[in-house]
């Protein structure tokens, strides 16, 4: 099953008008943050950084709200959206200011709000939104494994096996489907802008058949079927992931060129693959795991056959820019989150592949942030 692919942590790439105004008004602002952030002093920056929690929460209370459902297209005053949401108007109008402030809604003034093209994406009415993303990152066994980091740090051990006493996020899921709900969804809505952009990337007019391990409720793998019309495929994860998986196949259009098979990813696979992607899966475990994934396809493939992985290929060296930031708060929340999972370089790709007698062949870069590492039996 996939998990937190830029997930979110990572400016997620739409392909869509809403998207495409939210860069630019992304592209406008990092201008200005930057020259105002060389302008302060390094203490404020970091206070900056420490309260950026702050920021994250207000974004999860406006979503949970349904702020940006009320404003849609329109201006509305603080005290309109207070009465519809059941609220205190005089704590609505300092959410919407803070909201303001960090360019997710624009105050009009008279004690009226917009949303900017920023709001605009967390709506649940349009293309691409990435509401269920806000969802997943606000919901409270989420955000809050993150004050266990020191811990994890120190011991070794994930938040959830110090908190909870359970293996790894996946476990938690298992205990509670509500919040699995909301994990599932937000990986569905991040395989909405990866299986296009994998679409784009890759060749696939030579193959006829792809198996799509971990591929969740198959958003990804029905994005890849819809651009390239020749393709059949098999979409595999656990029973429980893909129970829902046909409905959307279905609605995609490509129910009739694809299989639904649940099973372990970890012990074998479907054969008869002449491509096997597996989507920002390999990162959340560690070599061990890993490795028994990788060997599981192995198995699977034949020789002419190729392994494709969607994940993000770390630099060797660590510099502050935006791109690598995200790379590093998405390797922290393997790290506080699953069994060992960690974003990993192009040597580590190379060697975890080695070790399962398969031979790196190359990695293809996306316009999302993570990479295609494309590898053949050895």
Same mark, same amino acid.
């Given at each position: 099953m996939c998990a937190n692919s830029d997930l979110g942590l990572a400016a997620v790439t739409h392909s869509e008008s809403c998207l495409e105004a939210s860069h630019q008004t992304i592209n406008r602002s990092s201008v200005v943050n930057v020259e105002q952030a060389h302008r302060q002093p390094p203490s404020a920056v970091a206070m900056r950084l420490a309260t950026a929690y702050i920021v994250s929460q207000a974004v999860n209370a406006a979503t949970k709200l349904g702020i940006p459902d009320l404003l849609g297209d329109?201006?509305?005053?603080?005290?309109?959206?207070?009465?519809? =949401? *059941?609220?205190?108007?005089?704590?609505?109008?300092?959410l919407l200011r803070a909201l303001a402030a960090f360019d997710v809604v624009t105050d009009l003034g008279a004690g009226k709000f917009g949303l900017t093209p920023v709001g605009q994406c967390l709506r649940s009415d349009v293309p691409n939104s990435v509401r269920p993303l806000v969802a997943m990152f606000g919901c409270d066994s989420f955000w809050q494994t993150f004050g266990s980091l020191t811990d994890c740090i120190k011991t070794g051990?994930?938040? &959830?096996?110090?908190? &909870?006493?359970?293996?790894? /996020?996946?476990? &938690?899921?298992?205990?509670?489907?509500?919040?699995?709900?909301?994990?599932?969804? @937000?990986?569905?809505?991040? /395989?909405?802008?990866?299986?296009? @952009? /994998?679409?784009?990337? &890759?060749?696939f007019a030579r193959v006829k058949h792809i198996v799509d391990v971990g591929g969740g409720h198959g958003r990804f793998i029905a994005s890849v079927l819809k651009a390239h019309p020749h393709l059949r495929g098999t979409l595999f994860d656990l029973p429980r992931v893909v129970e829902d998986a046909p409905k959307l196949l279905m609605k995609e259009g490509v129910s009739d060129r694809c299989e639904v098979v649940g099973g372990d990813m970890f012990t074998s696979v479907p054969a008869g693959g002449d491509i096997y992607l597996i989507c920002q899966v390999i990162h959340d475990w560690d070599d061990e795991y890993a490795s028994k994934v990788l060997r599981a396809c192995r198995r699977a493939m034949a020789p002419a056959a190729k392994l494709v992985i969607l994940d993000r290929v770390m630099p060797e060296r660590i510099e502050p820019n935006p791109?690598?930031?995200?790379?590093?708060?998405?390797?922290?929340?393997?790290?506080? *989150? =699953?069994? *060992? *999972?960690?974003?990993?370089?192009?040597?580590?790709? @190379?060697? %975890?592949?080695?070790?399962?007698? %398969?031979? %790196?062949?190359?990695?293809?870069? =996306?316009?999302?942030?993570?990479?295609?590492?494309?590898?053949?039996?050895?």
């Open positions: 329109d201006a509305v005053t603080a005290v309109e959206i207070a009465q519809a =949401t *059941g609220s205190q108007a005089n704590m609505m109008r300092r051990q994930n938040a &959830y096996q110090i908190l &909870y006493g359970l293996d790894c /996020s996946f476990a &938690y899921y298992e205990k509670h489907a509500d919040v699995a709900q909301i994990f599932d969804d @937000a990986m569905s809505m991040v /395989s909405a802008f990866t299986g296009p @952009a /994998s679409a784009e990337a &890759y060749d791109l690598i930031q995200a790379d590093v708060l998405l390797d922290l929340r393997m790290l506080v *989150g =699953t069994r *060992g *999972g960690l974003e990993r370089t192009a040597d580590e790709f @190379a060697a %975890l592949l080695t070790a399962a007698a %398969l031979r %790196l062949e190359r990695i293809i870069p =996306t316009r999302m942030p993570a990479s295609l590492v494309e590898a053949s039996p050895t």
